[in-house]
C-alpha cells in the first residue's frame, strides 16, 4: 500500500497534467458544406420568398453572412479545385481551353503536386473526410484518399453523367413539370467509397440524406480529436431528386424540396455539434461552387437580382450566397468585404497552426479577423474572373472591368471581346446594367494594368482537364 505523502503526490501530479492538457489551445474544427450550382438567390437567408431555410437562417443569424464572396470558377470542375488548393485553377492545369470540366473518360484529375487543404491539416493530426460529389479526377490516383482525405463516400462527377439513351429529355421536362424528377436508372453513376464502387446507378433519391447521415457518422466517431469534413452535396445540379421526407413538401417545386432537405441536413450536423459540446469549437461554412443553371427554368436556381448564372463571369455566375458560423467565436453580422473560396485554405492553416505552402503562389488570404469581428478593410483587394483559360473580369474594390463577357452555360449572350472593356460599379449597380466605361477613364486604365499584372504573374501548368481514357 502507498504511503498518505506517495498518493497525495500522485494526486497532484495527475491534477497537473490535466491542467496542462485543457490549457492548451484546442485545434479547431472545420465543416464546409459545399452545394453544386446552387444561386445567389437560392436562400431564405439572401431573401429567396418560397423556400424555406431556417438552418441556413439561424447560420446566418447566429453568424456571419458574407454578401461578395466568389468561387475561382463558375462551373464545378475548377471551382472545386480553388477551394481544396487555394488557387486559382488556371494556375494548376484545372481549367481548360478545350473542355470545361472533367468526364467519365478523362483521364485526367488534381495533380499530385497540389497540396489540399485535407492534406495541410494531416500534417496536425486532424481526421479529414470527403463526402459527396468529387469530380477531381475519378481515376484511383485523383480519388480524395489520395489527396489528404482518409475516407471518400460519394460520386466521382456530376449526377447528370454516365446518362442513359432511351428517356425522356430531362430538360424538356423540366419545362413542363416543376415537380419532375428522371427515373434512376437515367444516369449510372455510381458511388464509390474510398476506392471501390459500392452502387450503380447511386439511388440519387436518398443521396442527400445519405451524404449528412456519412458526415455525422463520422463527426461521431472522430470528435475527439480536431476533424475536416469537406460534404460537397451533388445537389441542386440538375436532375433533381429529394427524399421522401422532402419531395412535394415546400412552395417552390422539386427544386425547393432539395434546398430544403440540405437546409435539414446542415440543422442535423448543427444539432450533433451541440449534442457533442463541440460547437464553440468547429467552424462551419455553407457555400456552393457556382451559380445557378439557368436553362432549366424552374429546375435551375436563381441568381437572384445577380446577372446571369452558371458558365458566366458576370456576377450570377460566381458570387455565391455564403455563411459562417461559430457560436460564441464569430461576430455576427452581415460581412460586405470580399472573400473567396480560396481563402479558407489560408484560415483554416492559421486557425489550426499550419503553415500554408510558400512554395507556390495562393490566390487566398487568412479572413479569420473579419470573421472574428475586426472593423477593417479586407486584405483582398482583387477577384479575378477566368473562362477556359482566359482573364474575363477582374473586381478591385466596388469597381469591375470586364474585357470578354459570355452569358450563362448553355443560354445567354454569346462571347463578345470588347475593343473597350466594359466597367460597372458592382455596389451601386450590383446587377451589372449600367456600363459606366465612358465616365471613368481613369478607372478603366488602371484596372487594365491590374489585369495585365496579374496575367504576367501566372505560370501555368499542362492542362489536366483536356485527357482521355483510350478506347480499347
Ligand atoms: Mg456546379
Given at each position: ?22 490549457a ?10 459545399f ?33 461578395s ?6 462551373v ?12 486559382l ?57 489520395n ?22 429529355n430531362?430538360?424538356r ?17 455510381p ?7 459500392v ?41 433533381l ?18 434546398i ?15 449534442d457533442?459540446e463541440?460547437d ?30 452558371k458558365g ?5 455566375g ?29 484560415t ?11 512554395d ?48 450563362c452555360?448553355?443560354l445567354?449572350?454569346k462571347?463578345?471581346v ?17 456600363n459606366v ?20 504573374g ?15
Amino acid at each position: 500500500m502507498r504511503s498518505f505523502p506517495d498518493s497525495l503526490f500522485a494526486i497532484v501530479l495527475a491534477l497537473l497534467s490535466v491542467m496542462t492538457v485543457s490549457a492548451q489551445p484546442q485545434s479547431p474544427n472545420f465543416v464546409v458544406v459545399f452545394c453544386d450550382d446552387l444561386g445567389y438567390g437560392d436562400l431564405g437567408a439572401f431573401g429567396n420568398p418560397s423556400i424555406r431555410t431556417p438552418n441556413l437562417d439561424r447560420m446566418a443569424h447566429e453568424g456571419q453572412r458574407w454578401t461578395s464572396f466568389y468561387v475561382g470558377a463558375s462551373v464545378c470542375t475548377p471551382s472545386r479545385a480553388a477551394l481544396l488548393t487555394g488557387r486559382l485553377p488556371i494556375r494548376n492545369g484545372m481549367m481548360s481551353a478545350k473542355r470545361r470540366v472533367l468526364f467519365p473518360d478523362s483521364s485526367g484529375g488534381l495533380p499530385k503536386s497540389e497540396k489540399t487543404i485535407a492534406e495541410l491539416l494531416k500534417t496536425k493530426g486532424y481526421a479529414t473526410a470527403a463526402v459527396g460529389k468529387w469530380h477531381l479526377g475519378h481515376l484511383e490516383a485523383h480519388l480524395p484518399v489520395n489527396h489528404g482525405f482518409d475516407s471518400y463516400w460519394g460520386i466521382p462527377y456530376s449526377n447528370d453523367m454516365d446518362a442513359q439513351r432511351g428517356f425522356p429529355n430531362y430538360r424538356r421536362k423540366a419545362e413542363e413539370d416543376p415537380h419532375y424528377f428522371a427515373p434512376v436508372e437515367q444516369y449510372q453513376v455510381p458511388i464509390i467509397h474510398n476506392t471501390t464502387i459500392v452502387e450503380r446507378p447511386a439511388n440519387q433519391h436518398t443521396l442527400t440524406q445519405r451524404y449528412t447521415d456519412k458526415a455525422i457518422e463520422f463527426i461521431q466517431r472522430h470528435h475527439e480529436q480536431p476533424f475536416f469534413v469537406y460534404l460537397a452535396h451533388s445537389l441542386p445540379h440538375i436532375p433533381l431528386y429529394a427524399g421522401k421526407n422532402h419531395l412535394g413538401k415546400s412552395r417552390r417545386g422539386i427544386f425547393g424540396d432539395v434546398i430544403e432537405e440540405i437546409d435539414a441536413g446542415v440543422g442535423q450536423i448543427m444539432e450533433i455539434l451541440e449534442d457533442l459540446e463541440i460547437d464553440d469549437n468547429t467552424l462551419v461554412v455553407f457555400t456552393s461552387d457556382n451559380g445557378p443553371w439557368l436553362p432549366f427554368r424552374t429546375h435551375g436556381g436563381s441568381a437572384g437580382l445577380l446577372r446571369e448564372g452558371k458558365g458566366s463571369t458576370f456576377e450570377g455566375g460566381m458570387r455565391e450566397p455564403t455563411l459562417f458560423w461559430w457560436p460564441g467565436k464569430i461576430k455576427p453580422g452581415v460581412q460586405m468585404e470580399m472573400g473567396t473560396t480560396m481563402d479558407l485554405l489560408p484560415t483554416f492553416c492559421a486557425l489550426a497552426g499550419v503553415a500554408a505552402p510558400n512554395d507556390r503562389t495562393l490566390d487566398g488570404y487568412d479572413i479569420s479577423s473579419l470573421l472574428f469581428g475586426a472593423r477593417e478593410q479586407g486584405k483582398r483587394k482583387h477577384v479575378f474572373y477566368w473562362r477556359s483559360e482566359e482573364l474575363y473580369a477582374l473586381r478591385e474594390g466596388p469597381w469591375k472591368l470586364h474585357f470578354i463577357t459570355e452569358g450563362c452555360y448553355g443560354l445567354g449572350p454569346k462571347r463578345t471581346v470588347h475593343e473597350t472593356p466594359e466597367l460597372y460599379h458592382l455596389e451601386h449597380d450590383p446587377s451589372e446594367k449600367y456600363n459606366v466605361a465612358h465616365l471613368h477613364p481613369d478607372v478603366v486604365t488602371r484596372l487594365i494594368k491590374s489585369a495585365e499584372h496579374h496575367k504576367a504573374g501566372i505560370n501555368k501548368m499542362e492542362d489536366q482537364l483536356a485527357g482521355r481514357i483510350p478506347t480499347p
